[in-house]
Nanobody, 125 residues
Framework: QVHLVESGGGLVQAGGSLRLSCAAS????????IGWFRQAPGKEREGLSC??????NYADSVKGRFTISRDNAKNTVYLQMNSLKPEDTAVYYC????????????????????WGKGTLVTVSS
């Protein structure tokens, strides 16, 4: 059974950093496109970053501040978040997309097949 579990969220001051983890069980992360998304209260779910093989992609809102990476030995994907802003406050989710590799990874939540339950990130001003 496929499971994704996010961790690493918490309360941080503006300008600080957090590293989120997305641990997978029941499947091998490296065989899927993996994406990070977030949803703030009253807002739509937003695609932030994704990784597929050696390729990565970032939304403009986080480019240069967030970095996605993967540890295949731990079957875990990470999102390093630096220079955090109050507007980064949201529940952060990881998701897996099982489309063939040639599609490339997607920041569109409708392309995702599996989701974690999320981890809350709160950035204080």
């Amino acid at each position: 059974q496929v499971h994704l579990v996010e961790s690493g969220g918490g309360l941080v001051q503006a300008g600080g950093s957090l590293r989120l983890s997305c641990a997978a069980s029941g499947f091998t992360l490296d065989y899927y496109h993996i994406g990070w998304f977030r949803q703030a209260p009253g807002k739509e779910r937003e695609g932030l970053s994704c990784i597929s093989g050696g390729s990565t992609n970032y939304a403009d809102s986080v480019k240069g501040r967030f970095t996605i990476s993967r540890d295949n030995a731990k079957n875990t994907v990470y999102l390093q978040m630096n220079s955090l802003k109050p507007e980064d406050t949201a529940v952060y989710y990881c998701a897996a997309d099982r489309r063939p590799r040639y599609y490339g990874c997607s920041l569109n939540y409708s392309d995702m097949n599996y989701w974690g339950k999320g981890t809350l990130v709160t950035v204080s001003s």
